[in-house]
């Protein structure tokens, strides 16, 4: 699980189920970068029938405009982003991303919250499937916002999210198309509260100055509760557990004259940008390049040195405080 704009989600890879909030990313990668394509036009769901291939909702007509893109005639939930008029209000939709909603503009209980595209980052894009959502047909009029769709991803299942994508301005749009899978591995009914042990292990000892690189913290879980079945114990413990991730950075000094603890990046700086994966493995992007401190009062003593990773998540009822791993700059 995950956390986005304080409600908690699922990620595609973490298991979820039709009755939470599913979060679909998509990653644009051009030439080994992550950057912004020219537009994200849409994003549609679909069942998954023919193991994974889209052929089913696909024109595939000899000669159509639309060749190779989703069928105007497919029966499908869909996602756009927002066109607004100068005071603001909904006029219809638009494909280019500066129109894009950004995290903090989503309300996980508005029932049309998830009909937005959202841009999280250069190239980073998700939509949220919601339980109960609608979703705009195209042809919506400026005055006359009628849910279009309902959310047919309300059962467990294969789906497919087909993204449509103007990578350049000027070229053909193209699709890309992802699987996701909807059951009900996260959904457990017990006698008693959960009762978690957890562990941490930092993977890296050493990191380069002047690199960017994902900090990388592995989590271990061990459900106590002796009733659980070894099945389900097992899959707990893969990580389904774990939710709102957040790391903190600081940067220890040893000389007098200089602060003894300087805060780089605290809980709250990360946050947002936090990974967390299917087998609980916590991870943030730091960036070398930028170390500063995060005071003007504290003296940082130059970027290279020892520096100190807590990462903080939640168990169920619990926030846990990892403890504290040493990471040398060099």
């Not at 989703?70 to 499908?76: E, G, H, I, P, Q």
């Not at 220890?252 to 990360?270: E, K």
């Not at 940008?273 to 991870?283: A, C, F, K, P």
Request: hydrophobic share 35%; proline share 3%.
């Amino acid at each position: 699980m995950t956390s986005f704009n304080g409600t908690t989600v699922i990620s595609r890879g973490s298991r979820p189920s039709p009755i939470t909030p599913t979060k679909l990313d998509f990653h644009f990668v051009n030439a080994g970068a992550q950057i912004d394509p020219f537009q994200v036009c849409s994003v549609h769901i679909f069942r998954n029938t023919q193991f994974g291939a889209p052929d089913a909702y696909i024109d595939l007509s000899a000669g159509s405009t639309n060749y190779g893109l989703v069928s105007s005639v497919a029966t499908n939930m869909l996602f756009h982003n927002y066109k607004r008029n100068d005071v603001g209000v909904k006029v219809g939709f638009d494909a280019n991303v500066s129109a894009c909603a950004t995290e903090n503009e989503y309300a996980g209980d508005l029932r049309y919250s998830a009909s937005s595209i959202f841009r999280e980052g250069p190239g980073r894009f998700s939509v949220i499937l919601q339980p109960s959502g609608f979703y705009y047909a195209t042809s919506a009029a400026a005055n006359g916002w009628v849910a279009g769709y309902n959310n047919t991803a309300s059962a467990t299942g294969g789906y497919l999210d087909i993204w449509t994508v103007v990578d350049t301005e000027a070229s053909r749009a193209q699709i890309y198309v992802n699987t996701f899978t909807l059951g009900t591995a996260n959904t457990i009914g017990i006698t008693g509260p959960l009762e978690v042990t957890t562990t941490n292990k930092l993977v890296q000892r050493y990191i380069e100055l002047g690199s960017k690189k994902r900090v990388q913290v592995k989590t271990e879980l061990v459900v106590d509760n002796e009733p659980i079945k070894e099945s389900i114990r097992n899959l707990l413990e893969t990580g389904a557990l774990i939710s709102d991730a957040s790391m903190r950075i600081v940067k220890l000094n040893d000389s007098p004259a200089l602060t003894s603890r300087v805060m780089i990046h605290d809980f709250n700086d990360t946050a947002a940008n936090t990974n967390l994966d299917s087998n609980g493995q916590i991870s943030y992007l730091w960036d070398t390049n930028s170390i500063a401190a995060k005071y003007s009062d504290d003296l940082l003593g130059g970027a290279r040195g020892v520096y100190e990773i807590t990462v903080k998540y939640d168990v169920v009822e619990e926030t846990i405080f990892s403890r504290k791993f040493n990471l040398i700059v060099r």
